[in-house]
């Protein structure tokens, strides 16, 4: 599976800028079909036919989180956004699909069995709606981007950013989470919502439908991926990394920097919305762990480790650090902990970049001892007035994927 | 980055191109016929700290104008406050428009265009891209959710005007610091500015840049509303049709380069002479002979 991933990792991150080049497999939209196909196979083909059915939905746990760190590339890696708090839009999507299939579990008219529990046994009036699947589908995927439009109009417009956005959107978490514990009787405090047997009105226990979750998820995640490559390479894309790197001279060409970058904070809010939407049936539980400080931290280090302004790095980096973790927990409980902070502290002090970046420097050293072969902006360039050989350029035109890393933390 | 610029050779080509200036400028004059700025009491208060202080000043369409002063005049902090980056009271209206209390990105969209000191482009993206998305601002949601396909054709006029057409894919981090600046202007140009504030524009060029640069003002000042903040005075000699000069905060002396040569209280300002600001209502006697030394602060 890892070995699989790099051959994904190498032939697309590294190399999705040259446009300019006629050779059919170096198009863009050649590159992105060929991603699509090479991630479908892995996914569909591999993964399923080489692990087992407890691996294989663990791998589907990791896919939910790899939507939270598609999401947190665009805002961070490309908006400069140090979002530090997605808990809370995974956890509003994993909490409404969570009460959906309580609700759905009770049978009309029935009642969770928490509620019985904990509480006087009466469903609380804002929990009806999710009753009705289409209801809470439409809720996953509005309700979180909502939040996160409003919030960052308030936010920006006031041009709150940096360090100062960061620790508000860390302590929008950690109240998210203790809203969720306090109101044990009608969220399920500390243990959350568990316990469902069916999705949709399929049973959970089947592992037929397991592995069909497992799909859903590999399909969902490719498809963000392909949404995040469309953005990234569209006008809107090309503001965004403006906004991170000049905000104020973006400001000066006539736009409101503040809407600009509640686009990406609410897209990346609905990704993490989505992936906790799934993450709450395939693993069987939301509670609020999963949805504080902590694991909204842990979102952020996978994406910090595969490289934040790439394309895929965010992915590849989160289901790494989330493999890794299961492993090496497996072998020596409580030293992955240790692990994790030592890797985020090698790869923040020698590759700032994350991993994916190692591509664009091997591509760069050889592209030095390749010398002017190519002539980038001439080719494209005809009639230009002949820059001649003195332009050779080694990589110039790919200010793109690994080399557009920004400046802020 | 660790990439050699000098490979590039950004200086490799010839310069600016006045005839693909033709094209850009090609939209018809009566657009532009009623623009003109006017500046009403306007004044800058940080910290009780007075930076500009009821300052009045018009400039009309087809003028290219200069501020100068020395350091502290109030030069940049005045086109500060007409971009709404700095606290202003009083009144700035450009085409009729009130631009005091607008957010910048408003003032921008009212026509009115600016450059920095230091030349602030979009350093990880390309020549192209930076022009693109300083000709974008009025685009709808949708053509921005979209790929560039064909280059718009404003943006094309002014990769050829400002004489970047050669480098348009490069990283705009790797320019020469004057095609930086070049690339400013022709932002401000596919941007659709019809007042352009420029704050030393040739600040870090060569000579030669500097003449092109010059004529190149000129030309787009023929049509629409140029002021530039600058400090060489040979370059304010050779290309300004009018100068206002400041001094701590307040409008000294208006005029064409001439008449502000001759002016009296203009030559004690920049000769200095410990009096600095204190004798202003007092210059009177200043000492004729010393006019043409006026202007030669910067040779």
New interface residues.
């Given amino acids: 599976m890892t070995g699989a991933t790099d051959v994904t990792g190498t032939t697309d991150v590294t190399g999705t800028a040259s446009a300019?080049s006629t050779t059919w497999w170096r198009r863009p939209s050649a590159r992105v079909w060929g991603g699509v196909a090479v991630a479908a196979v892995v996914l569909f083909g591999l993964a399923p036919a080489l692990l087992s059915d407890f691996r294989l939905n663990l791998l589907a746990k990791f896919l939910c989180l790899a939507m939270v760190a598609v999401g947190i590339g665009l805002a961070w890696g490309r908006g400069g956004m140090l979002v530090l708090g997605q808990g809370v839009f995974f956890g509003i999507g994993g909490y409404l699909m969570a009460m959906h299939m309580k609700l759905a579990d009770a049978g009309p008219g029935g009642v969770p069995d928490f509620m019985l529990l904990y509480g006087d046994g009466v469903v609380p009036g804002w929990w009806e709606p999710f009753r009705d699947p289409v209801v809470t589908v439409l809720a996953i995927l509005l309700l979180p981007a909502g939040v996160a439009t409003l919030l960052g109009l308030a936010v920006f417009r006031r041009r709150v950013r940096g360090a100062y956005f960061a620790i508000l959107s860390q302590a929008l978490a950690a109240a998210f989470a203790i809203l969720l514990v306090g109101q044990q009787k009608v969220t399920g405090g500390t243990n959350g919502l568990n316990g469902f047997r069916s999705f949709f009105g399929f049973d959970l226990a089947d592992p037929v439908n397991k592995r069909m979750l497992y799909f859903i998820a590999a399909g969902v995640l490719i498809a963000m991926v392909v949404v995040v490559r469309?953005?990234m390479?569209?006008?809107?894309g090309?503001?965004l990394?403006?906004v991170r790197?000049?905000e104020?001279?973006?400001?000066?060409?006539?736009?409101?920097p503040a809407n600009v970058k509640v686009v990406a904070y609410a897209v990346a809010a609905c990704f993490a919305g989505i992936g906790g939407a799934l993450f709450a049936p395939v693993v069987g539980i939301i509670s609020p762990a999963d949805v504080g400080v902590i694991p909204s931290i842990g979102f952020l280090v996978g994406v910090a480790i595969g490289g934040r302004a790439t394309l895929l790095g965010p992915v590849l980096g989160a289901v790494a650090v989330s493999w890794a973790e299961t492993g090496l927990s497996e072998q020596f409980p409580s030293f992955w902990t240790y692990f994790q902070g030592a890797l985020f502290i090698l790869v923040v002090a020698f590759l700032p970049q994350g991993f994916a970046s190692l591509g664009g420097l091997w591509r760069?050293r050889r592209g030095a001892s390749d010398g002017a072969s190519t002539d980038?902006?001439a080719g494209?360039?005809p009639p230009?007035?002949?820059?001649?050989p003195?332009?050779?350029?080694?990589?110039?035109?790919d200010?793109d994927a690994s080399?557009?890393a920004?400046r802020h933390a | 980055?660790?990439?050699q610029v000098p490979?590039?050779?950004p200086d490799?080509?010839?310069g600016l191109d006045p005839e693909a200036l033709e094209s850009v400028l090609a939209a018809p004059g009566a657009r532009f016929r009623h623009d003109y700025l006017e500046i009403r009491d306007l004044r800058v208060v940080f910290d009780g700290f007075v930076a500009v202080d009821g300052v009045d000043l018009t400039v009309t369409q087809g003028d290219l104008r200069f501020l100068i002063g020395p350091n502290g005049a109030g030069k940049t902090t005045i086109v500060d406050a007409i971009?709404g980056?700095a606290p202003a009271t009083g009144s700035v209206q450009f085409g009729g428009v009130e631009l005091v209390g607008k957010?910048?990105?408003r003032i921008?969209?009212a026509g009115v265009?600016?450059t920095?000191q230091t030349a602030?482009?979009?350093?990880?993206?390309?020549v192209l891209?930076?022009l693109?998305?300083?000709a974008?601002?009025?685009?709808g949601p949708l053509?921005?959710?979209?790929?560039?396909h064909v280059v718009p054709p404003e943006v094309e006029a002014a990769l050829e005007t400002v004489g970047l057409?050669?480098?348009?894919?490069?990283?705009a981090g790797?320019l020469a610091h004057g095609q930086k600046q070049w690339l400013e202007i022709g932002?401000l140009l596919v941007?659709d500015a019809r007042l352009l504030l420029l704050d030393e524009p040739v600040a870090g060029m060569s000579q030669a840049e500097r003449e092109e640069t010059g004529l190149l003002l000129q030309r787009i000042g023929e049509q629409r509303t140029v002021v530039v903040v600058e400090h060489d005075m040979e370059f304010l000699r050779a290309f300004a049709a009018s100068v206002t000069v400041l001094h701590q905060g307040r409008v000294l002396s208006e005029g064409t380069v001439a008449q502000v040569q001759a002016d009296p209280r203009v030559v004690e300002v920049y000769l200095g002479s410990g009096t600095h600001g204190r004798g202003r209502g007092t210059s009177a006697a200043s000492p004729q002979p010393a006019a043409p030394a006026a202007s030669t602060e910067v040779e």
């Fill in positions: 300019t469309l953005l390479h569209s006008r809107y090309e503001l990394v403006a790197d000049q104020n001279r973006v400001r000066f060409l006539g736009y409101d760069r980038p902006s494209t360039h230009a007035d002949a820059p001649g003195d332009a050779p350029a080694p990589d110039a035109p200010a080399r557009t920004g | 980055m660790s990439e490979d590039i050779a490799a080509t010839g971009t980056l957010p910048s990105h921008v969209r265009g600016r920095f602030s482009v979009f350093d990880e993206l390309t891209q930076n693109d998305i300083a974008g601002a009025g685009r053509t921005m959710l979209r790929r560039r057409a050669h480098v348009r894919d490069l990283p790797v932002m941007q």
